[in-house]
């Protein structure tokens, strides 16, 4: 299990070594030009030319691209072209509300959907089973922040139960006041996720609860529950997990959109603020992090299969 | 005596021959019977009649102006009611229907385009090409995609257009993976061969073998990245880096709905009635697509294989 | 005259991929050192059991698939120094037909599409004059002409073949690879192409490199006879010489083996031959 853990580790180093070029050529490719955007509108072609030779923009691409390269490897990655703070700082003071948004809702997912996918494996074709695939289809079929802006209306301003917008930490609010602010946020990013890995848990145990095996395990008495538990859980978790690990990038994603409707000072709603003034460090800092963030969770889910199944350990 | 042999083994071919036509058109009636499939192909073809009748459909002009009747709630006049300037809501969801269509179009084409060809380029040529662009499209798709679009779309400058080039970018390498390996299966058949034997060029094998063979697959593909695309656009016309007012979009509805929420709630509902039901849709046909088109001999862990597939495909 | 296509020295190996530590394993060499050479309007047979190379050097007659070292020139033309686009353009002259009818044809071309190809890639005709080759090609081959729109999956095995023969013909090539062109079809079927195949060559001197496992087919259809064993040709006469009084131990196990209507002793199986076994079935026709 060591040497399997060992090696996808190892593997994933080229992997972030090619994401870290390919993120800053795109960069590079892309027509803003920082010296213009960091200058200002009124800027004389003198003020830009100062600006682009401090920021060191007429270093060749290549010492350019290890200059960031190395500052990434440090935790380094550089100065935001308008506040003048480390990317690293501004980024680090952002992820708890986005980390705190993640985990409500990957709770919400493993509470909510694994439940509805164990019931609706259960007992397949029943009015259950055909009223929860519909409603997996309808919530797969509104985009977070869509259902976020629907919540917030209904949940925030015509029945008043939770603050629409803004953020309550741990600190400030307690346990409730941080959830209270957190809830509504954490149920439109895990919709999707939620209606997912119910229709994944759902096919991965019916797939299971029909092999030979656990067929004969009930032919021998068993009583359905413990076939469902100890069988079924076991053989069906490799999947599941794989679904599991992808909603990361998805919370990720919706987390763009939700925490700019809710007003989270979250990493996503850095990444819109980032984007829309062109801070080009900031944007690309951001995109490294998201990418790091990305692969470390895949190589997580692997091991974990390695953990499940001693066959995957090649 | 020849002559008599062969029309006895044309009668046993005819008999297969039969057997085949009739397994093909169970295809289309499987999708037929398949009655959400059905709905859901009316619903599009309606959107597309909706897009182009635009004018007719329409009641009011709408990006004229009338202050009077701001925030007036739906009635007989504003079927949907009016937002913060008076302009009226339904005819703005009806013109918002095109801007939906050109974004897919604008968005499918980057990414079949620069997907599929590429695809078929790696997937038949192989070797330094393949490792290369492989290589570029492990690295996208290791990207969050709402982040790597959001990132592109931003940086390229806002508008409908660098829009769905950045989602474009990032539902490319779907494309790309289902092009390059289908390529590569077909690449080995003997009727690719047959073709390299009587003097075909590699261009011409690509377009006019390979490609035909692999369409089903792509068709259906296609199908699921439309919807990411919907939903795309509205996200990034919602964030202000799609399209930009006063023209409308669904997204910038819900743009403006959102900027007035404590006034006027209600204007939320129908521009996310309209982009669900779109999504929704375009996932039950390409379900229904997928069941008629591939249906036929898929074991049980094959099954497993494209639900999990599918769940990272349709991500963002 | 000198002949149509001189074979000289072909190799080909195939590597075994790497082991474990990254060290590339011997390569396995699948054809070593033949040599032979087909005549104008001749059919040289080639023989010997599954395996011993026999598709790879019709393959490698072709440039289908590169050979490692060693020679081929047709009609005075070394293969190997031409361009990708000059090869191309020289398959106008010679062309194969393969062992899986089922398979050679590409599934989503309507048959006028499969056999006007090779017109549109080989010859400026118009539309019209076009269509009257396919007709004529088609024709020719015993096909009707309402089968034109159709696609392969509604033909049969025997069909299918023929429409391939038509579409290698459609270039109006010199030379033709048969590999194994009725090892998929029924035994009734058979001898319907072989003499589809050997009126053709009459009609326009053909050359034919026949490859086969089947000693009696080969010895029915062949001028010239080439016996192939591990890679390597054992033997090479005239059917006469070669099934008569093979000189070669590997041949003469091979041809007692021929079964006869009244079996005699079976001699003791030459060491270091691999024994004929049944030849590989036809690949399965793949279900759509």
Known sequence: ?314 | MRRRREMTIDEASGATRERRRLRERRGVRQFVANRAAVVSVCFLLALVLLAFLAPLVATHDPDEQNLLNKFQSPSAEHWLGADLYGRDLFSRLVYSSRVTLLAMLQGLAVASSLGITLGLIAGYAGGVADALLSRVSDAIMALPPMILALAIAGILGAGLTNAMIAIGVVLAPPQFRLARGAAQSVASETYIEACRAIGCSPGRILWRHVLPNISSPLLIQTTFAAGVIVIAEASLSFLGLGVQPPQSSWGVMLRAAFDSIYQAPWMVLAPTVMISLTILALSTFGDGLRDSLEGRGRTRSKRRRERVESAARSSV | MSPLLVANGLHKSYPQGRSLWGRARPAQSVVRDVSFHVDRGETLGIVGETGAGKSTVGRMVLRLVEADSGHVSFDGTDLSTLSPASLRRMRQRMTMIFQDPFNSLDPRMTLRAAVREPLTLHTSLGGAEKEARVRELLERVGMRQDHLDRYPREFSGGQLQRIAIARALAADPDFIVCDEPVAALDLSIQAQVLNLLLDLQQERGLSYLFISHDLSLVRFLAHRVAVMSQGVIVEQGTPEEVFTDPKHPYTRALVSAIPTPRPTRVSRWPAGFPAPGPSRPATERRSR
Request: charged share 10%; with cysteine.
């Open chain 1, 1 to 314: 299990m060591i040497a399997y853990a060992a090696r996808r580790l190892l593997s994933a180093v080229p992997l972030l070594f090619f994401l870290s070029l390919f993120v800053f050529l795109l960069f590079e490719l892309m027509p803003a030009d920082a010296a213009v955007i960091s200058a200002g509108e009124n800027a004389t072609p003198e003020q830009i030319e100062q600006v682009r030779e401090n920021l060191g923009l007429n270093e060749p691409l290549w010492s350019r691209y290890f200059d960031w390269a190395g500052g990434l490897l440090h935790g380094d990655l550089g100065t935001s072209l308008f506040s003048s703070q480390s990317v690293t700082s501004t980024i680090l003071e952002r992820l708890p509300v986005t980390a705190s948004l993640a985990l409500v809702s990957m709770v919400l997912v493993v509470l909510i959907g694994l439940p509805l996918g164990v019931m609706a494996a259960r007992h397949p074709n029943s009015w259950l089973d055909r009223g929860l695939s519909s409603f997996a289809s309808l919530c797969m079929s509104v985009p977070p922040f869509v259902l976020g802006l629907l919540l917030a209306v209904a949940f925030g301003i015509l029945l008043p139960w939770f603050p629409p917008t803004g953020y309550t930490s741990v600190a400030d609010g307690g346990i409730s006041g941080w959830l209270s602010s957190l809830v509504l946020p954490a149920i439109a990013v895990a919709a999707v996720p939620i209606a997912e890995l119910a229709r994944q848990t759902r096919g991965s145990f019916l797939d299971v609860l029909g092999a030979d095996h656990v067929r004969a395990t009930r032919a021998k008495g068993m009583p359905e529950g413990s076939v469902v538990l100890k069988h079924g859980a076991k053989n069906a978790a490799v999947p599941i997990v794989t679904v599991l690990g992808l909603q990361v990038n998805r919370i990720l994603g919706g987390s763009v959109t939700v925490e700019f409707v809710f007003a989270l000072p979250g990493f996503g709603a850095l990444a819109v603020r980032s984007v829309v003034q062109q801070d080009l460090p900031m944007v690309l800092g951001i995109v490294a992090v998201s990418a790091v963030i990305v692969v470390v969770v895949n190589i997580l889910t692997d091991l974990s299969y390695g953990l499940l199944n001693p066959r995957m350990r090649r």
